[in-house]
């Protein structure tokens, strides 16, 4: 695979968002970073008689989303490449509106969730999966002391809407009600083994850009310290880390 395939990797997780957005045979699906796409595609496969429109702001990405839905379908999902905080999307144009860990890393949430609220017809749904705090989510902590500025990313990283309190203010600040969050306890998966799991790892630009930075035996130490922390987490399953995340589910006022 010639990117990080988070498909593989948030299976679990996949799952959840699934039986919570509750896709309808008519409905208008926003997918709000949607990487290459498998959401928007079942989602469009769900919405029969609707539309699927995943936004994304990797053009790599998108370029793979449309090539997979060339080849495998469905037909009523389309893909833009667009800043969710201030694309100028049709006002009441959407349903539902899903993200799969998409809507974390907004310079100013609020005016993105207000953007977002916008293009929802009036009590029209979203469902999300947000990461909870770094602590809680093994996958970026048992890496922490090998590559702590890559993965503990500061400001609107993936770790920002980790406290319900304040994002469910942000959420209603931006016009949003029946806010609600599920705490979601699944592994995520990294590879077969340890090998593909480190080959995984060296596809996501944060640790090859914190590797790049390091002088060699730094950077052999942590690449050494990456391949013991994969091999203590094989299983005869695969390459699993402990995560933990939050459904956030609402409706538009």
């Known amino acids: 695979m010639d990117l990080f395939d988070y498909d593989a990797e948030l299976r679990p997780h996949t799952a959840h968002l699934r039986a919570a957005a509750r896709v309808g045979a008519g409905d208008r699906v926003l997918d709000i970073g949607c990487g290459t796409g498998q959401t928007t595609r079942e989602a469009g496969r769900a919405a029969v008689d609707g539309s699927a429109v995943g936004v994304d702001i990797s053009e790599l990405m998108l370029e793979q989303a449309r090539r997979i839905s060339d080849e495998e379908g469905p037909s009523n999902v389309g893909f833009q490449l667009a800043d969710a905080q201030v694309n100028p999307f049709p006002a009441n144009a959407f349903d539902l509106c899903i993200s799969r860990f ?27 999966l947000v990461w909870q705090g770094h602590d809680r989510n093994e996958w970026a902590s048992m890496f ?52 593909a799991a480190y080959d995984n790892l060296l596809r996501l630009t944060g640790f090859t850009a914190f590797l790049a930075d390091l002088a060699p035996p730094g950077a052999e130490r942590a690449r050494a ?24 589910t609402a409706r538009r006022r």
Do not use: C, K
């Open 225 to 248: 310290r990456l391949r013991e922390i994969l091999a203590d987490h094989q299983t005869d399953d695969g390459v699993y880390f402990d995560s933990r995340a939050w459904l956030l």
């Open 144 to 195: 922490s002391d090998v590559l702590a500025s890559a993965i503990a990313t500061p400001g609107r990283g993936p770790f920002s809407l980790a406290d319900p309190v304040v994002t469910e203010s942000m959420l209603t600040t931006a016009g949003f009600t029946e806010i609600t969050f599920t705490d979601i306890d699944e592994p995520v998966y990294y590879g077969a083994d340890s090998a």
């Open 102 to 128: 998409g809507v974390m890393f907004f310079a100013d949430p609020v005016a993105a969730f207000s953007n977002i609220a916008r293009a929802l017809r009036p009590g029209g749904r979203l469902a999300w």
